[in-house]
């Protein structure tokens, strides 16, 4: 389980930061601005396994994890708001633009509180789960259900399910030919991504981590292909 962990946990950390990034660039290359929030948010999303990947990096130069620990939660879910807030964003542009600003100022409400209680409370925020024999599996942190930020966590993920996967698919039932097709690889994006983070980072799903990490991957092409033309 531990070269599992990894190796998936590096796989998404390096390719949805060179996703993002690429992402970024095509924006500037197209001028199709939205494509830079979809970097912005897979960049983000990339940065939230940093602490995982510097763990595993750890393990494999000393044969142990690291020792000092206590600050790989607040490493990883730091830049989870950030992941967030641009999703919204995106979301709202397409879909709620004169009502975008209000909706995203709601988010960066959250998130603003999110991250005092990860910062401040972080004892009352993460739990972790540290290798029974060190170096045999990476340390794995979770949100504690009780507090502040599962519930704001929680609040997130169901809005980008339920206001980009649900809101992108009723705008492809409203529309027809080209414009359709987008919408619907857009919501498949979001769906995807969403169903895949909530398993991925408030739970621990095992051996089925390859799974859930190649389809996050995965949706960052479902969403390149709904914003990448013109048609938008």
Known sequence: MGWLSGLTASGVFLFSIILGLFFVYKSRKTK????????LIYVF???????DFLDFATVLTTGYNIKEY????IVNWMWFPGAIICAIYLGAQLILT???WLIVSIYIGLGIIFELFLFFDPAGTITYSIPLNPGEDLINDNIILESVD????LIYLLSILIFLGVGFLSKAIQSTGAIRKKFLFLSAGA???TIGGILDGLFSPGI??????????ISAWLFYVGL???AI
């Open 228 to 230: 990448g033309e013109k």
């Open 32 to 39: 199709l601005s939205l494509l830079l929030y979809l970097g």
């Open 191 to 193: 769906f995807v991504y």
């Open 150 to 153: 599962f519930v704001i966590a």
């Open 45 to 51: 999303a990339g940065l939230v396994y940093l602490g």
């Open 208 to 217: 089925a981590l390859i799974f859930i990490r190649s389809a996050m991957i």
């Open 98 to 100: 004169k009502k975008k």
């Open 70 to 73: 206590s600050w790989i939660g």
